[in-house]
């Protein structure tokens, strides 16, 4: 269609297209945003389309290397758009908000990916969502519809993933307002809305499935968006979604991918887990890609159950599929663990404990115990993932969750083992790196729930440590009422330890966070109890540095309660 030019590009401008600014190759998803956020930032401003390009071009490069020589601009370099009256507000993707890498490289979904386009545009919509079975590829074409539109959304863009079980609205609203920059007070939904009505966020919240008993509370938080303040919301679900969404426009996930994009799509996962060769030949790449429909997960696992099961076995058991592709889906899995074996099957089942879907590695080997090595056949299988970002998790699909549920529940006594087991691994965690809040964070639905689990098995010793070593993670990140609760339970923990002056010390530091907690939600009293009764322990176990920075607090207690001679004396005490 180009005829003798080289690009698009250049077509564009033989056509008559004044500017066009092009990239050689497909940009990494963050670079594209940061690139496109800084071009429209500077074009906006007032500056020359050249300025605009170099100053993309440099901070994108800056942080991508990779994309160094990647971008062009061809025709106009001097084009100017009129700049528009008032301040113009610089856009950014919310740092702690960073959207999670469903799929190593995405595939397919043109037309879907334009309704996108279109709702986010649209002033009379307040989004968009995605329906379908399980592995059909909601969350991944939700999170790349994020992330190429985040420059549309100034005000940030941030998502929740329903967790297993347990979902709570509120804790939810929280999350995003907290991912946002927004202050909660005792009305999240409240909160949040007057900053969604004000500023454009994208707001993502995964596998609404496991909401069920919140959608009607959630639909009514979304209707409440006006439609002037453009924010947008994308949800995923399996089932259609409820007319009680208003204005919420729903694309159903009916097909798989697009054969061409299926085909691809084989062939890229065939080359990268190693997978044999015959994937390479289009005709059967394409068989396969035709006899699922383009159901990627159905694929996915095709290939890797090709790794360890003959050709001949594989290829028979395609031409035998039949039924509901959701259906296919869990008996391929049934086979996938079954190549896990025993241990593969107990690994999977104590793994599917957790509510988050991805799980810290020390966590997710404690839990299983004696099984522990069932979890890399299930990497070989590819049953769940092997994840590395800075910390390494172990990361299973919704669809292996079901097949669980439905074929290996725990007995009450091995699931309460699995449990305790994990709960001492996060002590140790506390123990270690009570100052990396990514950790905590990247592990938080997982990490609380551990704490219950510790709590409930009367396991003092791990509540205490657990809470002490995230209360800065809680703190920090405006999780007041979770922070309190443990602080609080740590305290009772402690005093049900064996006294011992180690056990006291850790008592006085629990008993000065509790007190932190009392005085941040105004409770000047029960602060100054906590505090001084901190100081009284660690006066009697010789903590001088501890006692110091506690008198200190007492004093600004006292500040603030107008007893400017009791601080002062305080004050000099530390």
Same mark, same amino acid.
């Given at each position: 269609?180009?005829?003798?030019?080289?690009?698009?590009?250049?077509?564009?401008?033989?056509?008559?297209?004044?500017s066009?600014?092009?990239?050689?190759?497909?940009?990494?998803d963050?670079a594209?945003?940061?690139?496109?956020?800084?071009?429209?930032?500077?074009?906006?401003?007032g500056?020359?389309?050249?300025?605009?390009?170099?100053?993309?071009?440099?901070?994108?490069?800056?942080?991508f290397?990779?994309?160094?020589?990647?971008?062009?601009?061809?025709?106009?370099?001097?084009?100017?758009?009129?700049?528009?009256?008032?301040?113009?507000?610089?856009?950014?993707?919310?740092e702690?908000?960073a959207?999670?890498?469903e799929?190593?490289?995405?595939?397919?979904?043109?037309?879907?990916?334009?309704?996108?386009?279109?709702?986010?545009?649209?002033?009379?919509?307040?989004?968009?969502a995605?329906?379908?079975?399980?592995?059909i590829?909601?969350?991944?074409?939700?999170?790349?519809?994020?992330?190429?539109?985040?420059?549309?959304?100034?005000?940030?863009?941030?998502y929740?993933?329903?967790?297993?079980?347990?979902?709570?609205?509120?804790?939810?609203?929280?999350?995003?307002?907290?991912?946002?920059?927004?202050?909660?007070?005792?009305?999240?939904?409240r909160?949040?809305?007057?900053?969604?009505?004000?500023?454009?966020?994208?707001?993502?919240l995964?596998?609404?499935?496991?909401?069920?008993r919140?959608?009607?509370?959630?639909?009514?938080?979304i209707?409440?968006?006006?439609?002037?303040?453009?924010?947008?919301?994308?949800?995923?679900?399996?089932?259609?979604?409820?007319?009680?969404?208003?204005?919420?426009?729903?694309?159903?996930?009916h097909?798989?991918?697009?054969?061409?994009n299926?085909?691809?799509?084989?062939?890229?996962?065939?080359?990268n887990e190693?997978?044999?060769?015959q994937?390479?030949?289009p005709?059967?790449?394409?068989?396969?890609?035709?006899?699922?429909?383009?159901?990627?997960e159905?694929?996915?696992?095709?290939?890797?159950?090709?790794?360890?099961?003959?050709?001949a076995?594989?290829?028979?058991?395609?031409?035998?599929?039949?039924?509901?592709?959701?259906?296919?889906?869990?008996?391929?899995?049934?086979?996938?663990?079954?190549?896990?074996?025993?241990?593969?099957r107990?690994?999977?089942?104590?793994?599917?404990?957790?509510?988050?879907p991805r799980?810290?590695?020390?966590?997710?080997?404690?839990?299983?115990?004696?099984?522990?090595?069932?979890?890399?056949?299930?990497?070989?299988?590819?049953?769940?993932?092997?994840?590395?970002?800075?910390?390494?998790?172990?990361a299973?699909?919704?669809?292996?969750?079901?097949?669980?549920?439905?074929?290996? +529940?725990?007995?009450? *006594? /091995?699931m $309460? #083992?699995?449990? !305790?087991?994990? &709960?001492?691994?996060?002590?140790? %965690? =506390?123990?270690?790196?009570?100052?990396?809040?990514?950790?905590?964070?990247?592990?938080?639905?997982?990490?609380?729930?551990?704490?219950?689990?510790?709590?409930?098995?009367?396991?003092?010793?791990?509540?205490?440590?657990?809470?002490?070593?995230?209360?800065?993670?809680?703190?920090?990140?405006?999780?007041?009422?979770?922070?309190?609760?443990?602080?609080?339970?740590?305290?009772?923990? +402690?005093?049900k330890? *064996? /006294?011992? $002056? #180690?056990?006291? !010390?850790?008592? &006085?530091?629990?008993?000065?966070? %509790? =007190?932190?907690f009392?005085?941040?939600?105004?409770n000047?009293?029960e602060?100054?109890?906590?505090?001084?009764e901190?100081?009284q322990?660690?006066?009697?176990t010789?903590?001088?540095?501890?006692?110091?920075?506690?008198l200190?607090?007492?004093?600004?207690?006292?500040?603030?309660?107008?007893?400017?001679?009791?601080?002062?004396?305080?004050?000099?005490?530390?």
């Open positions: 269609a180009a005829g003798e030019v080289q690009s698009i590009a250049q077509a564009l401008i033989a056509a008559g297209v004044r066009v600014v092009a990239h050689r190759w497909p940009l990494i963050r594209a945003v940061m690139f496109s956020q800084a071009l429209y930032r500077e074009l906006a401003a500056r020359a389309l050249h300025t605009a390009f170099d100053e993309a071009v440099r901070i994108t490069t800056d942080q290397d990779a994309e160094r020589g990647n971008a062009v601009l061809l025709g106009d370099e001097a084009l100017t758009f009129p700049r528009p009256s008032g301040p113009v507000q610089p856009s950014q993707v919310i702690n908000a959207l999670p890498d799929t190593a490289r995405f595939f397919g979904r043109r037309d879907e990916l334009l309704k996108l386009a279109d709702i986010f545009a649209n002033d009379h919509l307040r989004g968009a995605l329906t379908g079975i399980g592995g590829g909601k969350s991944a074409l939700a999170f790349e519809a994020a992330d190429r539109h985040a420059w549309r959304f100034p005000g940030g863009v941030a929740v993933r329903a967790s297993e079980f347990g979902f709570s609205l509120d804790a939810a609203l929280i999350d995003l307002a907290r991912s946002l920059g927004v202050a909660v007070s005792g009305n999240p939904a909160d949040l809305l007057a900053y969604l009505n004000a500023t454009p966020c994208l707001l993502v995964d596998n609404l499935e496991r909401a069920e919140e959608l009607p509370r959630l639909a009514e938080v209707n409440a968006l006006n439609f002037d303040g453009g924010s947008k919301v994308l949800l995923t679900l399996r089932p259609p979604l409820s007319d009680r969404f208003h204005d919420v426009r729903e694309i159903n996930l097909t798989g991918l697009d054969a061409a299926a085909l691809a799509y084989v062939q890229f996962i065939a080359a190693g997978a044999p060769a994937w390479q030949n005709a059967e790449a394409g068989a396969l890609a035709a006899r699922v429909s383009g159901h990627p159905l694929m996915r696992l095709t290939v890797f159950r090709s790794k360890q099961t003959p050709w076995r594989v290829k028979q058991e395609l031409a035998n599929l039949s039924g509901r592709l959701d259906e296919a889906l869990q008996e391929l899995i049934g086979k996938q663990v079954e190549q896990a074996g025993e241990m593969g107990t690994a999977l089942a104590r793994l599917a404990l957790f509510p988050q799980v810290l590695c020390q966590a997710a080997l404690a839990a299983c115990g004696e099984a522990a090595d069932g979890l890399d056949k299930l990497v070989q299988a590819g049953v769940i993932a092997f994840e590395s970002d800075g910390a390494e998790r172990y299973l699909h919704a669809t292996a969750v079901d097949w669980v549920r439905a074929h290996h +529940r725990l007995q009450d *006594a /091995e $309460q #083992e699995a449990k !305790r087991r994990a &709960a001492t691994a996060y002590s140790e %965690l =506390a123990n270690n790196h009570a100052n990396e809040h990514d950790i905590y964070a990247g592990e938080h639905d997982n990490y609380m729930a551990a704490m219950d689990w510790a709590w409930a098995s009367e396991m003092w010793a791990e509540v205490a440590s657990m809470a002490q070593g995230a209360v800065g993670y809680l703190r920090t990140k405006g999780y007041w009422q979770d922070g309190f609760k443990w602080m609080t339970r740590a305290v009772a923990a +402690r005093r330890i *064996a /006294e011992s $002056q #180690e056990n006291s !010390r850790q008592l &006085a530091y629990h008993l000065d966070s %509790l =007190a932190r009392y005085r941040d939600m105004g000047l009293d602060a100054a109890r906590c505090f001084d901190s100081a322990l660690l006066d009697a010789d903590d001088e540095k501890g006692k110091a920075t506690t200190h607090e007492m004093a600004n207690v006292a500040v603030t309660r107008g007893d400017l001679d009791g601080a002062l004396d305080l004050y000099r005490q530390s």
